[in-house]
């Protein structure tokens, strides 16, 4: 039987909009777009020019630092356009789609043959080495470090998350194949984590793992918590971060000797007429998901992932590449109330004990209600944030540069993601998230 660590603090926001667990079709566009941005800590370098026709699975362009680190192509077609921003940093490879994918062939390869080497060259190779990320720094792993250990996140509990055994029904071949080739990975230990209410075979059987259960309210899904609960991560040391939906993308490699990046992706939110769940190619057009499916009522978010971390997107945008969960709320700008500060609305929805909170679901729009202001000490992100970390005292020392301080308060344990309820909570109107990053970035910079 699996350990079980529970998790008091955090908080669950009842949004409405929960993803029904039904299949309701395939998404496609004509074209599709890779946004480097997506793949934190790396300098894209193109391999490919405009009109250069691609098979899915060749690489479009390839890291700086890493030359052997490729970032693949989700469809075969023609490459159209590649737009740059300032100082020509690339902001999206577009590729016009073929109506039928033709795959670049890798070949089926069994794991058990195959040494850890050869198993990290697939994968640098084939262009989906961007799933593994590390800590420190939530980068995209460094190829050259080999990890103490690697950690697996079997469940997600964000807002309107999707289910991962839902996702994963069918697919648990892929899922511990991936898993095998991570085992052989690290001399370490591969930390597989599950939810008490995990009921899929795949994740509940995995071989070559340590299972531990993690109950409790948001973030009990997310990496950070369970590195924290599990083997903290110290100075000089690295470990790799992935989610049980990446490890697919490694198991179909090796399983069908193709890159197939299609992702079981959830449409959520209070503003989607009939949610459920659809296959998406990662960087496909997402006009067809929302059309008619949308309610028209007002100003409207729309949101590739969740809406603690996700990204903001129009309503024509793309699926990111890390996301397996679409969301839709109000923007919340064409709203206004006089005194609306002073409110008792049963509509109102408060982390504290603003407002009245009634046992329901609640329709919240993007709103920040309120501008930025001086941090205000009141213990308020300790009630929300499960790490033994103080989380006041970190983002204080990362404003002030104080690199030293960060390191002896937990920087190298620690994403942006991790704050994103304590950001949510904060009184103060904070970029938490932002803020974090910055951090992380100029701690990378000093440090290697």
């Given at each position: ?273 009939q949610t459920g769940y659809y296959k998406i190619l990662i960087g496909t057009q997402l006009t067809k998901l929302f059309a008619g499916n949308v309610s028209g009522k007002g100003n409207l978010r729309h949101i590739s992932g969740n809406v603690l971390t ?139």
């Open positions: 039987m699996a350990n079980r660590i529970k998790i008091k603090k955090g908080l669950q926001i009842p949004l409405l909009g929960k993803p029904e667990e039904t299949f309701r079709g395939e998404i496609t566009s004509e074209y599709v777009q890779v946004c480097p941005e997506d793949f934190q800590g790396i300098t894209p370098k193109l391999k490919v020019k405009v009109g250069d026709t691609v098979k899915a699975g060749q690489a479009l362009f390839f890291s700086k630092m890493y030359p052997d680190m490729m970032f693949a192509s989700p469809a075969s077609g023609t490459v159209t356009a590649i737009d740059r921003g300032e100082k020509r940093r690339i902001l999206n490879v577009t590729v016009k789609a073929d109506r039928e994918n033709v795959y670049e062939d890798y070949g089926k390869k069994e794991i058990a043959t195959l040494s850890a080497e050869e198993i990290k060259k697939a994968l640098l190779n084939a262009g989906i080495w961007f799933v593994i990320k590390q800590r420190p720094y939530d980068v995209v792993a460094n190829p050259g470090k080999e990890p103490r250990d690697i950690f697996v996140t079997g469940f997600d509990t964000a807002p309107l998350a999707p289910s991962y055994d839902f996702i994963l029904k069918g697919q648990e071949a892929d899922l511990q194949t991936g898993l095998n080739a991570l085992a052989k990975l690290t001399k370490g230990k591969v930390y597989l984590s599950i939810s008490p209410n995990t009921k899929n075979e795949g994740l509940r059987n995995a071989k070559n793992v340590t299972i531990t259960e993690f109950e409790g309210p948001h973030p009990a899904g997310n990496t950070g918590v369970q590195i924290n609960h599990l083997a903290p991560v110290n100075r000089g040391e690295t470990v790799w971060t992935l989610n049980a939906l990446d490890v697919l993308f490694i198991g179909r490699l090796f399983n069908k000797g193709v890159v197939d990046l299609t992702r079981t992706v959830a449409l959520t939110g209070s503003e989607i007429k996700g990204t903001k997107i129009t309503g024509d945008g793309v699926l990111r590449a890390n996301h397996s969960q679409v969301t839709v709320i109000p923007e919340g700008d064409d709203v206004h109330e006089a005194f609306g500060w002073a409110s008792v609305s049963p509509k109102r929805y408060s982390a504290g004990a603003t407002y009245l909170q009634l046992k329901k679901a609640y329709r919240l729009d993007a709103r920040l209600m309120g501008g930025p202001r001086a941090i205000i000490v009141s213990n308020e992100y300790d009630k929300v944030f499960p790490m033994d970390i103080f989380p006041e005292q970190l983002i204080k020392s990362i404003l002030a540069f104080n690199i030293d301080k960060m390191e002896q308060l937990g920087i190298y344990e620690v994403a942006p993601e991790d704050f994103a309820l304590c950001e949510f909570v904060d009184t103060s109107k904070l970029e938490l998230q932002r803020i974090v990053r910055t951090g992380l970035d100029m701690l990378r910079k000093e440090m290697e």
